[in-house]
């Protein structure tokens, strides 16, 4: 008899004998007083229910949403609930529910009789008393709850209209995979509006109220249709429906959403976007300069507001510019894997950086082998390499959400990390194996072990990040973070477009542009010498340029960072390194000045390295400070969020505003600084030129390697879009040898900007498709409609030989236009181009690493009849003169300093520095001089 004592029978019984003692007249104005003093009833005065935010793109798209708990998208009215969906709940839930006052006696009687007679446990709840439960009372199972429930039941019906508590019941239910109120569900399970339902999706959803998992039709389709049978059942009985009507729903079948082929993946649809804003602006997260990543001024809203406030949230996001950034990237990294991965490990570096492999098959030893084979996609046939036998063996092939799979890496010829494992056995002791139809075949050996492919954290797939950033506002238009969100490791999922890493020579743009404010110019020259300098420890740090061997001579600035060398760049740092930094009130340390002008909020520590790339910064900052220099001088802070409104009122409650520097670079020092860098990617000898000389538009930007190739960068510009790519790994090991910026990260970074430029100006700028055509080609132009602008004053173009910089003489062809400051023209009459030939030259010279696919110019001219071509332009490190030409003119020390080897850091002995001979001979000698 433990059921009369149950908590539901009690309860029952308990109210009704209130409410007879109440009827009967003893105590109802001290009941009503007491209803009357029921404290939080204006809740349903004024229905607010939780609603979470949604995220909007730039183009009005919604892409992501904020919840916590139930997920309610939007609050329906009385309007919106279609008739056979009201009647559905009363014949399920309250058939009296326009009769009774908030309480059903007759059902509080019925309930009781049923659980006493048939020992089951039915509530006798109204669909009023079900809100106040909702509401006010909690689910507490108390008998003073069960009383409380019935009471402010009682006041709901005093204070609303049948209506209105319909209204309420169907937007504050639950029902199902986390979606609370009726438009939710009609959209999770129908994609429809609730006025679109039809009589058996209406039945559906109702069914789901009594248990939302269990009657799911997404879960458990024929338990759901039973389900619907049961409400119909109700809704004849009490003749809001006919047997036909009744029938015909039944048997309906439904058209499901998660079914549906063509369902838009708009939920979630950028998750790096999303993890972006709940991670880091929710949550107000600032770096350690003390100021938030990005111009996104929220911190004044709550966590209630955001993720219970209904909020509309229009974000820049470009949705078109968003998904062309993850597909570049997302090929780029196949085809960093695809080129890395068919070299062994550790292939050009060196030794002690290499991955260790065991020599001998012993179980959970890791091995290396190359791929003979696929069979069936079920097997791998694999080379075991370094081992004492070099069999073939077999390898399972992984399933096809394996990301060696989806890039394209297991086929013949490429490595593999494999682990061998001990053999399962059966009953009798022999050991199982799985692969005997291969051996049997003669395709792999038999083996002691069997093989299976690993995914260590040090042989995962590279990553990467791309950020655009619109010049002028600052606006953040694509966001691609990774490969893949849903392969990250949940809760270690890593947002790497605000993730600091080594930048490499793409920093060293900065560096320059600190050392033109110091009265450095393009046409400075500075020493190549090897460097040492003695660290406080005791160490030798030796900087080399990126070609080791390419050591001497002297360089400008200009070609100094055209061609990315490292020991002029730290010459130049060390000279200037004393004033250059300047106190961060954020870090209460010291940074680097022009780093922080430039939007940089990472500290920047004071060490000769940085000038070459050492402190970790992020793709959104190298974008930031990149964009200073397309921007003419001035900063325009990035930003995520245009505005924050309510959704059912529209009301504003947050509007950006632009934030910034107008006098964060000098104007003149920006411009000379672009020219530089359209050479980085135009002229022969620049880190980008093989693959980015013939772009259509005007681009400048500037490469970036890091050591043992861990970084790959390339940060670059146009006159409207700034853009900036990082490849490398997460734990930050090597991409390969020879993976240099300009084959990593340079490729993407080109393919999205050739279709975001035209795109951009078309939907953005409005420009016509005419306009844009007209604008692709003869880049180099100085009258390009897409050239950078001049400053205006401060600045003048000159012509120079394309060799030496310098002015020209009548024998220096090509030449080349340059931009300067006024007063820092170049002084010196190029002295190199002097001779002429009368024979073609027998040899090339030899070319930089990298660049053995370009030939240099040829040109002939007439003079007195005879063709004779002009010297070959050859990549030399320096000027070399024939036995016997005179030197070169002195060099002026102002403003053009000439900073040699012994003046600057620590010099070694003599004998350790390298001999002063030409590193790249001349290949011809002159049959004739002709003096100028």
């Known amino acids: 008899m433990r059921f009369l004592f149950s908590y539901l029978y009690v309860g029952s019984l308990l109210t009704l004998a209130a409410m007879v003692f109440f009827a009967l007249g003893f105590g109802w104005p001290m009941l009503q007083d007491y209803i009357d003093q029921l404290p939080g009833i204006e809740i349903v005065n004024d229905y607010r229910p939780d609603l979470g935010s949604q995220m909007f793109d730039a183009d009005g798209n919604m892409i992501a949403e904020f919840y916590k708990e139930l997920k309610r998208q939007r609050v329906a009215r009385y309007e919106d609930l279609p008739p056979h969906l009201i009647q559905a709940l009363i014949a399920t839930e309250d058939q009296r529910f326009y009769e009774h006052n908030g309480v059903n006696p007759f059902r509080i009687l019925t309930a009781f009789y049923t659980n006493f007679t048939k020992g089951t446990r039915q509530g006798g709840s109204t669909i009023t008393q079900q809100i106040a439960k909702a509401l006010f009372v909690g689910a507490e199972k108390t008998y003073e709850r069960k009383i409380k429930e019935a009471l402010y039941a009682m006041k709901i019906e005093q204070e609303l ?458 793709p959104l900052e190298m974008a930031t400070a990149y964009s200073v220099f397309a921007n003419g001088g001035v900063l325009v802070e990035p930003y995520a969020i245009e505005s924050i409104e309510t959704r059912n009122s529209g009301q504003k409650i947050y509007l950006h505003l632009p934030a910034g520097d107008p006098n964060a670079l000098d104007p003149v020092t920006s411009f000379v600084i672009t020219d530089i860098l359209k050479d980085v990617l135009r002229k022969r000898g620049g880190t980008g030129y093989s693959r980015a000389h013939d772009f259509p538009y005007p681009i400048a930007g500037k490469t970036g390697t890091t050591n043992n190739y861990n970084d790959a960068w390339f940060v670059g510009y146009s006159k409207t879009l700034t853009t900036a790519v990082w490849i490398g790994h997460d734990r930050r090991t090597s991409l390969g040898g020879a993976m240099s910026a300009g084959k990593v990260a340079l490729p993407p970074w080109l393919s999205f900007m050739k279709e975001a430029i035209p795109y951009h100006l078309k939907h953005n700028k409005g420009w016509s498709d005419a306009d844009i055509k007209a604008a692709s080609g003869n880049a180099v132009s100085p009258n390009h409609v897409l050239a950078f602008d001049t400053p205006g004053k401060g600045v003048k173009r000159v012509e120079v030989c394309s060799y030496s910089l310098k002015r020209p003489n009548a024998l220096c062809k090509p030449t080349i236009w340059i931009w300067v400051k006024e007063g820092q023209e170049p002084r010196e009459v190029c002295s190199d181009c002097r001779y002429v030939y009368k024979t073609v030259p027998s040899a090339m010279p030899t070319p930089i690493p990298g660049e053995e696919d370009v030939i240099p110019e040829m040109s002939e001219e007439a003079s007195e009849g005879i063709v004779q071509p002009r010297p070959v332009q050859s990549k030399r490190l320096q000027p070399i003169p024939p036995p016997g030409a005179p030197p070169p003119a002195p060099i002026s020390s102002d403003p053009q300093v000439d900073i040699h080897g012994n003046e600057r850091g620590w010099v070694p002995d003599e004998a350790e520095w390298p001999e002063h001979q030409p590193s790249v001979p001349r290949p011809f000698v002159p049959v004739e001089r002709r003096r100028l």
């Open 161 to 618: 209209s049948k209506e209105e508590i319909i209204t309420i019941y169907f937007n504050q239910s639950g029902f199902g995979h986390n979606k609370a109120g009726i438009w939710a569900a009609a959209e999770e399970y129908f994609g429809k509006t609730p006025k679109e339902l039809n009589l058996a999706e209406s039945a559906t959803l109702v069914g789901l109220l009594k248990a939302n998992t269990t009657y799911s039709p997404l879960i458990n389709y024929k338990r759901s249709k039973e389900r619907r049978g049961v409400v119909l059942d109700s809704m004849l009985e009490c003749k809001f429906i006919t047997q036909e009507e009744r029938d015909k729903a039944a048997e309906e079948d439904l058209v499901l959403k998660q079914k549906s082929a063509d369902r838009p993946p708009t939920v979630n649809r950028f998750p790096y976007w999303r993890a972006y804003f709940e991670d880091v602006l929710f949550r107000a997260r600032k770096v350690q300069g003390g100021l938030p990543l990005t111009n996104d001024r929220i911190e004044n809203l709550t966590e209630d507001q955001i993720y219970r406030g209904g909020l509309k949230i229009n974000t820049t996001l470009d949705p078109k510019l968003q998904d062309l950034a993850l597909a570049e990237l997302q090929k780029a990294l196949i085809d960093v894997e695809k080129i890395r991965r068919k070299q062994p490990p550790g292939w050009g570096l060196s030794e002690e950086n290499r991955p260790k492999f065991a020599s001998r098959v012993t179980p959970n030893a890791t091995l290396l082998g190359v791929i003979t084979g696929v069979v069936d996609k079920k097997w791998l046939t694999v080379r075991l390499i370094d081992t004492k036998s070099n069999s073939i063996v077999a390898v399972r092939y992984p399933p096809e959400d394996d990301w060696r799979v989806r890039f394209g890496v297991l086929l013949p010829n490429f490595y593999v990390e494999i682990k061998a494992v001990e053999r399962p056995t059966v009953g009798d002791g022999s050991p199982v194996i799985s692969e005997q139809e291969l051996i049997d075949r003669g395709l792999v050996s038999k083996q002691a072990c069997q093989f299976e492919l690993i995914s260590t954290k040090q042989d995962m797939h590279a990553q990467g990040a791309m950020v655009c950033l619109e010049n002028g506002s600052g606006k953040i238009l694509a966001w691609a973070g990774g490969f893949d969100w849903s392969e990250e490791t949940p809760g270690r999922q890593r947002i790497r477009c605000i993730d600091g890493q080594q930048p490499g020579s793409a920093f060293k743009p900065l560096i320059f542009a600190e050392a033109f404010g110091k009265g450095y110019t393009p046409s400075t020259y500075v020493s190549n010498e090897a460097y040492y300098k003695v660290l406080p420890n005791g160490d030798v740090w030796k900087p080399r340029n990126y070609d080791k061997e390419r050591i001497g001579g002297r360089f400008q600035i200009r070609d100094v960072l055209v061609r990315s060398l490292n020991i002029p760049t730290v010459r130049v740092f060390e000279s200037i390194i004393g004033g250059a930094y300047e106190y961060d009130p954020g870090t209460f340390q010291q940074t680097l000045g022009i780093a922080r002008r430039l939007g940089i909020r990472s500290p920047i520590p004071k060490e000769l390295s940085v000038s070459l790339g050492t402190a970790d910064v992020t």
